[in-house]
């Protein structure tokens, strides 16, 4: 999922001409995450449950969150069905981090969360403006 949701938005941005702004924040997004690892590496919050560093925050929990907002929010809109199964792929995948033991449950929910928020955030280029939008329209 760590790559795979990522991917599929990718496809979906370029068919919907969108690929500079998906591009946009997924490098700033992959930017923050491995800024907070290297920054912060050496502290408590950093270190992984096998005594480790480099833990905060969880990158594969980021990466498919931002894959998984993306699709929801841009691509299947009004299609809860697909919200649910994509943040569902994104929710397993942060916490097969936590199970395996690679990362706690704060490192896991912290990436998520940043991938989220850029995978839902649009920032407007080719497009009418920026916005947030996170799908599954109740």
Do not use: N
């Amino acid at each position: 999922m760590k790559y795979g949701l990522p991917l599929a938005a990718a496809v979906c941005a370029a068919r919907d001409d969108r690929l500079e702004d998906f591009a946009l924040r997924g490098a700033l997004q992959a930017v923050l995450v491995l800024g907070l690892k290297s920054w912060l590496d050496g502290t408590p919050l950093s270190v992984r449950p096998d005594g480790e560093g480099r833990g905060f925050p969880s990158g594969h929990a980021a990466s498919a969150a931002f894959g998984a907002a993306d699709l929801a929010g841009k691509c299947f809109p009004d299609d809860r069905a697909a919200g649910i199964g994509l943040y569902g792929a994104a929710g397993l995948t942060a916490a097969s981090r936590v199970q395996a033991g690679e990362h706690t449950l704060r490192q896991a929910l912290t990436g998520a969360l940043i991938g989220f928020s850029f995978g839902a955030a649009d920032f407007g280029i080719g497009t009418d403006g920026a916005s947030f939008s996170v799908g599954m329209r109740f």
